[in-house]
């Protein structure tokens, strides 16, 4: 299990949210958002909009599987920082 803390820059939207989960949808490995109580799958289009991100707010990214290590590197310019 990997987990990486992430805050959310200016540039997200929906167009980013959707790239997140095209992006997520490309690993193995099952890869959740969590925002203070709530939990999101980042293969969701659905879970994300519900967690209600917004500029400046910080989101751990948690990997849990095969190629969980390379989940960070690969998704954090989606959240345009």
Do not use: P, W
């Amino acid at each position: 299990m990997v987990e990486h803390n992430i805050k959310i820059g200016s540039s997200f939207e929906s167009k980013a949210i959707a790239e997140l989960v095209q992006k997520a949808s490309q690993f193995k490995c099952h890869i959740s958002l969590v925002m203070g109580e709530k939990t999101a799958n980042a293969k969701s289009i659905m879970g994300i909009i519900s967690l209600n991100l917004r500029s400046g707010d910080i989101v751990k990214v948690v990997a849990i599987g095969e190629d969980e290590n390379r989940v960070e590197s690969e998704l954090r310019y989606i959240f345009g920082v």
